[in-house]
């Protein structure tokens, strides 16, 4: 990230779990990160760079979604607020088509 001048960058479905704290850590990053307790996959992430005057806000419990924050002071603007919200889709994507009629005209089925 440092090679493209990447200052902050926020992730949605890291798929990190609380039992390894320090997955995904980035050297000259700080990470801060929600992890999805309840079911796989989900989570969000935020990383900054060490050199920024960031740190972490709380965000209340959401239902239904991730979100992972910080507060950046900068000089001569006022504070700016940083958030990473995943909200999850709440149907399945489809795969493979249910029935061979959905073929029927397509020049490239779903796989």
Same mark, same amino acid.
């Given at each position: ?22 997955a995904?850590?980035?050297? %000259?990053?700080?990470? =801060?990160?929600?992890?999805?307790? @309840? ?6 992430? *935020?990383?900054?760079?060490? $050199? ?23 000089? %001569?603007?006022?504070? =700016?607020?940083?958030?990473?919200? @995943? ?6 994507l *489809?795969?493979?088509?249910? $029935? ?12």
């Open positions: 990230m440092s090679e493209n001048s990447i200052d902050i960058a926020l992730v949605q479905e890291t798929y990190l779990k609380p039992n390894r704290p320090k995904c850590s980035i050297a %000259g990053y700080v990470q =801060l990160r929600t992890d999805r307790t @309840y079911s796989s996959k989900g989570g969000t992430a *935020l990383y900054y760079r060490r $050199s920024l005057h960031c740190g972490p806000i709380n965000i209340p419990p959401l239902t239904n979604m991730e979100a992972t924050g910080c507060r950046l002071a900068m000089t %001569g603007h006022s504070t =700016l607020v940083i958030v990473s919200v @995943y909200l999850p889709s709440p149907k399945r *489809l795969r493979r088509p249910k $029935s061979p009629l959905c073929l029927r005209g397509c020049r490239h089925p779903l796989r």
